[in-house]
């Protein structure tokens, strides 16, 4: 069976509508002729995010998204771990919603999910029309977090 599955790591769980982020990132997937595995989503602090980067990546520095990828040919399945803390220190310096930035970054990590990569300055690019792509048809109004 399939899912895709909410946690939080060491912060207050989002009030924001759970079932749909899980529509939105079955929708990416789905329009990435992918299937849809078993795929973690877990929203945590800087801190928490921090030790993971240091301890799987050997990176001393907050990031907002780290994936972690079990993807089996077509299946996409992994964890993705968001930091909210700087999902909305990255709202204020983009200036956009934290909503809107919330949901860029779990995209991105679908993405990443998918075989998509942003080490180079084409990569980056590529990966950031998918994401503004798919937030074209993401319906803000209502949603929080």
């Known amino acids: 069976m399939t899912k895709i599955q909410l946690f939080y790591e060491d912060i207050q769980p989002l009030k924001t509508n759970k079932t749909?982020?899980?529509n939105q990132i079955s929708r990416v997937i789905l329009s990435e002729n992918k299937l849809i595995g078993n795929i973690s989503v877990i929203f945590c602090s800087d801190y928490y995010l921090l030790e993971m980067n240091k301890q799987y990546l050997e990176h001393n520095y907050f990031t907002d998204v780290i994936t972690f990828d079990f993807v089996e040919?077509?299946?996409i399945s992994g964890d993705i771990f968001i930091s909210i803390d700087r999902v909305r220190d990255n709202a204020h310096l983009y200036d956009t919603t934290v909503i809107h930035e919330l949901f860029r970054v779990i995209f991105h990590g679908v993405l990443h999910l998918i075989?998509?990569?942003d080490k180079?300055?084409?990569?980056?690019?590529i990966?950031?029309?998918?994401?503004?792509?798919?937030l074209q048809d993401v319906v803000f109004e209502g949603?929080?977090?």
Request: net charge negative; hydrophobic share 25%.
């Open 127 to 134: 990966m950031r029309e998918k994401e503004d792509f798919y």
């Open 143 to 145: 949603l929080k977090i």
């Open 73 to 75: 040919e077509t299946v």
């Open 115 to 117: 075989g998509y990569n």
């Open 120 to 125: 180079t300055n084409d990569e980056i690019k």
């Open 20 to 22: 749909y982020i899980k």
